[in-house]
């Protein structure tokens, strides 16, 4: 069964940096479009970047210019850089792997920005 494992989320300051990190397993990630999406509370759920196999990005225009999604297609992990960091950036942040059959998720990672 396919597992996407995201990682370093964490407390920052406004203003500070994280990257997350999302493994996957079972799956060969090179040729699919993967994703980072957050929710914070008593929030939908959003989109925040998309890498297609392709190499096209895309970012909500909440954090463009702020994080940048990147693969490393030996390591089978996508990344999400995050820098500039606001307190609404608070969220759970979840990885995708679209399949074009099936978009599987990440369990989640809490990024949480405050001073």
């Known amino acids: 069964q396919v597992q996407l494992v995201e990682s370093g989320g964490g407390l920052v300051q406004p203003g500070g940096s994280l990257r997350l990190s999302c493994r996957a397993s079972r799956i060969i990630i090179s040729i699919y479009a993967m994703s980072w999406y957050r929710q914070a509370p008593g929030k939908q759920r959003e989109l925040v970047a998309s890498?297609?196999?392709?190499?096209?990005?895309n970012y909500a225009d909440s954090v463009k210019g702020r994080f940048t999604i990147s693969r490393d297609n030996a390591k089978n992990t996508v990344y999400l850089q995050m820098n500039s960091l606001k307190p609404e950036d608070t969220a759970v942040y979840y990885c995708t792997l679209d399949s074009t059959t099936h978009l599987y998720w990440g369990q989640g990672t809490q990024v949480t920005v405050s001073s």
């Open positions: 890498d297609t196999s392709g190499g096209n990005t």
